[in-house]
């Protein structure tokens, strides 16, 4: 139920503690998350240390990344049936298995291609763990406390990718970056134990067939639009195999078919498209996806710029992006807490304002900036990138009936993915296209390669006054409703 005012719980209502059962559920399903997505991005520190040992060029190896966003825009869309169809606990276990055994080939790879099918199997298991974690928080927290769940979720969802290069710093300088795999090996294999003896079936199931037109129009949709996305980075550089704009084109028209056979099907549909119905959601969601496409880009670029232009060291250009990272955590927490209070505007709209400012204060980074200009504009982007992940977040969710839930969640899952790999691919094409240019009227390699940073930073700080206009019309949410499953989350707590 949407408003033009947010209608705050009463102070006995947001005061009631959640049980302790869903305490553990949440506090598990959070863990396990954390860890997934932080594989997400931890590699980007390892790229140049990879273009070297493989031989591969930068928009090669950006594939470690757009390898395993691509993977997950396929399999998500899976999951809002998949959800609906199986309990909690086999779903758990289904993706914790498949993480483990993707961190397993990952990390004994001989030769790329091993390597990034790795990351293809791990992304497999990521994909399942988000719209998993998602869907049983709507169902399991009442609406009062959301803000504060959602603000802890966005921990996840922004702050494991925004410490993963740093974490992949820390490895890289005494480890080599097999090691990035074998210290998570562990620790997914902690959550898939403990999560197969404590997690209960907290979801409804309906028998629904599995639609398998479906299934191949979304594959074919979603893996065709960011892989034609990913190459137009390889083929500014002259290494593309095919020419970009055809699989771009394919998944255009397949993605318009699925939408066509989606509200065809109705309530069997694999992905129920007709959340976007909800303005409240379609507009929320389109800012997270302009802020994805801003964070990604970034944490992918910077990190080059900082080794290659600056001459950082692996391990320093690593712990530059972590207080970023550790910001964005803090004010998650505390963001999550205004938002059951205040609603989502009074948090987006200097968030959005923020995040544009750090994009455009990039724009004037040069060769002989300093690391500590970095670290600051990297710290005013993420603050603001905390002030609107988390509200929109859980403004878009909230404003579905629950029989969207975990559709709506498979929805906003999927296209981040592909928000996040346009990112990569747009700020990587750019600063291809920059170098290359650069090169071609006589400049020396690293004013070259800064050339393309900038024109990269510009591209971004752009974007970004898309969001600066949007956050002005997301409306308020009134928390006032049930969730749907709060009295199975009390029998569990009471078995």
Same mark, same amino acid.
């Given at each position: 139920?949407?408003?033009?005012?947010?209608?705050?719980?009463?102070?006995?209502?947001?005061?009631?503690?959640?049980?302790?059962?869903?305490?553990?559920?949440?506090?598990?399903?959070?863990?396990?998350?954390?860890?997934?997505?932080?594989?997400?991005?931890?590699?980007?520190?390892?790229?140049?240390?990879?273009?070297? @040992?493989?031989?591969?060029?930068?928009?090669?190896?950006?594939?470690?990344?757009?390898?395993?966003?691509?993977?997950?825009?396929?399999?998500?869309?899976?999951?809002?049936?998949?959800?609906?169809?199986?309990?909690?606990?086999?779903?758990?276990?289904?993706?914790?298995?498949?993480?483990?055994?993707?961190?397993?080939?990952?990390?004994?790879?001989?030769?790329?291609?091993?390597?990034?099918?790795?990351?293809?199997?791990?992304?497999?298991?990521?994909?399942?763990?988000?719209?998993?974690?998602?869907?049983?928080?709507?169902?399991?927290?009442?609406?009062?406390?959301?803000?504060?769940?959602?603000?802890?979720?966005?921990?996840?969802?922004?702050?494991?990718?925004?410490?993963?290069?740093?974490?992949?710093?820390?490895?890289?300088?005494?480890?080599?970056?097999?090691?990035?795999?074998?210290?998570?090996?562990?620790?997914?294999?902690?959550?898939?134990?403990?999560?197969?003896?404590?997690?209960?079936?907290?979801?409804?199931?309906?028998?629904?067939?599995?639609?398998?037109?479906?299934?191949?129009?979304?594959?074919?949709?979603?893996?065709?639009?960011?892989?034609?996305?990913?190459?137009?980075?390889?083929?500014?550089?002259?290494?593309?195999?095919?020419?970009?704009?055809?699989?771009?084109?394919?998944?255009?028209?397949?993605?318009?078919?699925?939408?066509?056979?989606?509200?065809?099907?109705?309530?069997?549909?694999?992905?129920?498209?007709?959340?976007?119905?909800?303005?409240?959601?379609?507009?929320?969601?389109?800012?997270?996806?302009?802020?994805?496409?801003?964070?990604?880009?970034?944490?992918?670029?910077?990190?080059?710029?900082?080794?290659?232009?600056?001459?950082?060291?692996?391990?320093?250009?690593?712990?530059?992006?972590?207080?970023?990272?550790?910001?964005?955590?803090?004010?998650?927490?505390?963001?999550?807490?205004?938002?059951?209070?205040?609603?989502?505007?009074?948090?987006?709209?200097?968030?959005?304002?923020?995040?544009?400012?750090?994009?455009?204060?990039?724009?004037?980074?040069?060769?002989?900036?300093?690391?500590?200009?970095?670290?600051?504009?990297?710290?005013?982007?993420?603050?603001?990138?905390?002030?609107?992940?988390?509200?929109?977040?859980?403004?878009?969710?909230?404003?579905?009936?629950?029989?969207?839930?975990?559709?709506?969640?498979?929805?906003?899952?999927?296209?981040?993915?592909?928000?996040?790999?346009?990112?990569?691919?747009?700020?990587?094409?750019?600063?291809?296209?920059?170098?290359?240019?650069?090169?071609?009227?006589?400049?020396?390699?690293?004013?070259?390669?800064?050339?393309?940073?900038?024109?990269?930073?510009?591209?971004?700080?752009?974007?970004?006054?898309?969001?600066?206009?949007?956050?002005?019309?997301?409306?308020?949410?009134?928390?006032?409703?049930?969730?749907?499953?709060?009295?199975?989350? @009390? @029998?569990?707590?009471?078995?």
């Amino acid at each position: 139920m949407t408003s033009d005012s947010t209608a705050p719980a009463s102070p006995e209502a947001a005061s009631a503690p959640l049980p302790a059962a869903t305490v553990r559920l949440i506090a598990l399903l959070v863990a396990a998350a954390f860890v997934v997505i932080l594989n997400e991005t931890i590699m980007s520190v390892a790229l140049p240390e990879l273009m070297g @040992e493989f031989d591969v060029t930068a928009a090669t190896a950006q594939w470690l990344t757009t390898g395993f966003m691509l993977t997950m825009a396929v399999v998500i869309p899976l999951t809002g049936w998949l959800l609906v169809r199986l309990p909690l606990r086999p779903v758990f276990i289904l993706a914790m298995s498949t993480f483990t055994g993707g961190t397993v080939l990952a990390s004994l790879a001989p030769v790329f291609p091993v390597l990034v099918a790795g990351r293809v199997v791990q992304a497999i298991g990521t994909a399942i763990m988000m719209p998993l974690l998602m869907t049983t928080v709507l169902n399991v927290v009442p609406a009062d406390r959301r803000g504060r769940t959602m603000g802890v979720i966005s921990i996840v969802i922004a702050v494991a990718p925004a410490i993963g290069p740093s974490v992949g710093g820390v490895v890289l300088d005494v480890l080599s970056w097999r090691w990035m795999f074998w210290l998570v090996l562990p620790i997914a294999l902690l959550a898939l134990v403990a999560g197969g003896a404590l997690i209960r079936n907290v979801t409804d199931t309906r028998p629904i067939p599995l639609d398998v037109f479906s299934a191949v129009l979304s594959a074919v949709g979603f893996a065709g639009l960011i892989y034609g996305l990913s190459s137009i980075g390889e083929a500014a550089s002259g290494n593309a195999l095919i020419t970009p704009w055809i699989p771009s084109m394919v998944g255009v028209v397949a993605l318009v078919a699925f939408v066509w056979r989606q509200l065809a099907l109705k309530d069997y549909a694999l992905l129920d498209v007709r959340a976007f119905a909800r303005p409240t959601f379609t507009t929320a969601l389109v800012m997270m996806l302009v802020a994805m496409m801003s964070l990604f880009g970034t944490l992918i670029l910077l990190p080059l710029y900082m080794q290659q232009v600056l001459g950082v060291s692996v391990l320093d250009s690593g712990l530059a992006l972590l207080p970023g990272g550790l910001v964005m955590g803090v004010l998650g927490w505390f963001v999550g807490r205004l938002f059951d209070k205040v609603g989502p505007r009074p948090l987006v709209i200097p968030g959005a304002l923020l995040t544009s400012a750090a994009l455009w204060g990039m724009t004037t980074l040069d060769g002989d900036s300093s690391l500590g200009m970095v670290v600051a504009f990297h710290i005013v982007m993420s603050t603001g990138l905390a002030l609107l992940f988390s509200p929109l977040m859980t403004a878009a969710l909230g404003s579905l009936p629950p029989h969207l839930y975990s559709h709506g969640s498979a929805l906003m899952n999927t296209l981040q993915q592909v928000a996040a790999a346009a990112g990569t691919a747009m700020f990587i094409t750019v600063m291809t296209l920059g170098i290359v240019s650069g090169a071609e009227s006589g400049a020396e390699p690293v004013a070259a390669q800064m050339n393309g940073v900038h024109n990269a930073m510009l591209v971004g700080a752009l974007i970004s006054l898309i969001t600066v206009i949007g956050v002005f019309f997301i409306r308020n949410t009134a928390q006032t409703e049930a969730p749907v499953a709060q009295a199975l989350a @009390e @029998e569990a707590d009471q078995a």
